[in-house]
């Protein structure tokens, strides 16, 4: 059984460029919520999906965006880059019923030069 | 909102010796509890949780945890470390909303 995929594990941008981190959830698993983990820090939530639409969103500025997928996949966007969003960036999924209980994925660590 | 405070930032510990990690909550309403282990360069793994019923929950590796609802707390305990369970570990908490609140997380060093 496959858990929580992402990619890529590794990324470096400029300051400015935008950015695309994909997420495969765990088999059977219809919700997918993101979050943002700067180093030294626990993790902040960013936003949930569910039915290929934003249910929940945290603190974030608009320059995070989200979208699933049909398959129930997702992915997360980053645009106008800042230092400040170097971190680490976890995806998470779960069953609609028991959203409370999610799963991570190793994440993708997020380099902003 | 809910929010969470860890009360340690770093514990060391003998291995075979127990170690205890504590954890306040706040919130208004009821809450669902969560303790996850992060290990170096990776992602977050679920060591157990509290959802209702028995205030005494066992996760794996021989972790446990209690909650006290008076005094808004889910301490993590085990009873024996091993080496490796040097890791940084997360106090987290929801409840309807299912956006996870985390703690600052506690770094556990366990030493030979």
């Known amino acids: 059984d496959a858990g929580v995929t992402q990619s890529p594990t590794h990324l470096i941008k400029t300051r400015g460029q935008q950015v695309t981190l994909r997420c495969s959830p765990k088999?059977?698993?219809?919700?997918v919520s993101w979050y943002q983990q700067a180093l030294g820090q626990g993790p902040q939530f960013i936003f949930q999906?569910?039915?290929?639409?934003?249910?929940q969103r945290g603190n974030f500025p608009d320059r995070f965006s989200g979208h699933q997928f049909p398959n129930y996949s997702s992915e997360l966007n980053v645009n106008a880059l800042w230092l400040g969003d170097s971190a680490l960036y976890l995806c998470?999924?779960?069953?609609?019923?028991?959203?409370?209980?999610?799963?991570f994925g190793p994440g993708t660590r997020l380099t902003v030069t | 909102a809910q929010s969470v405070t860890q009360l340690d930032s770093q514990v060391p510990v003998f291995e075979e010796a127990p170690v205890e990690l504590r954890c306040n909550y706040s919130?208004?309403?009821?809450?669902?509890l969560f303790w996850y282990v992060q290990y170096p360069n990776q992602g977050l793994q679920l060591l157990l949780k509290?959802?209702?019923?028995?205030?005494l929950v066992k996760g794996i590796n021989g972790f446990e945890a209690e909650f006290n609802k008076s005094q808004t707390s889910f301490h993590l305990r085990k009873p024996s470390v091993h080496i490796s369970d040097t890791a940084e570990y997360f106090c987290?908490?929801?409840?309807?909303?299912?956006?996870?609140?985390f703690g600052a997380g506690t770094t556990v060093t366990v030493r030979a």
């Open positions: 088999s059977g698993h219809d919700t």
């Open positions: 509290y959802l209702s019923g028995s205030t």
């Open positions: 999906y569910y039915e290929e639409e934003e249910r």
């Open positions: 987290a908490v929801t409840s309807n909303d299912y956006k996870l609140s």
């Open positions: 919130s208004s309403v009821s809450v669902y």
């Open positions: 998470a999924s779960s069953f609609r019923s028991r959203a409370y209980e999610q799963y």
